[in-house]
């Protein structure tokens, strides 16, 4: 079992960089690929980034260049980096953690197994 609690959301003006947090409980954290997923207001979920235990990362194309996923295995703690940030980065940011790759970057049509509650962001024009 995983829990993971997100945090460092908040109202940011446009061109502002934010970092996410995503602690997780459990020993075997570094066992696990973790992602990074985002809701707007009446949109569907979708995914942002997501790193490999062994470190590989991948990103949706709106992210490669302006957010950087990271992971310290040793404090349970996944990171994103966000620059340069636009209103339409707007929502709800959750991470989410599962042991097949394919769930976390969406090759696959299964969830990830373990997800968080959500941090809110806001970007202001």
């Known amino acids: 079992q995983v829990q993971l609690v997100e945090s460092g959301g908040g109202l940011v003006q446009a061109g502002g960089s934010l970092r996410l947090s995503c602690v997780a409980s459990g020993r075997t954290f570094s066992e696990y690929h973790l992602g990074w997923f985002r809701q707007a207001p009446g949109k569907e979920r979708e995914f942002v980034a997501a790193?490999?235990?062994?470190?590989?990362?991948d990103g949706a194309a709106f992210a490669r260049g302006r957010f950087t996923i990271s992971r310290d295995n040793d404090k349970n703690t996944v990171y994103l980096q966000m620059n340069s940030l636009e209103p339409q980065d707007t929502g709800v940011y959750y991470c989410?953690?599962?042991?097949?790759?394919?769930?976390?970057?969406?090759?696959?049509?299964?969830?990830?197994?373990?997800w968080g509650q959500g941090t809110q962001v806001t970007v202001s024009s």
């Open positions: 989410a953690a599962d042991r097949n790759w394919n769930n976390i970057i969406g090759y696959s049509s299964q969830q990830p197994d373990y």
């Open positions: 790193i490999s235990w062994s470190g590989t990362s």
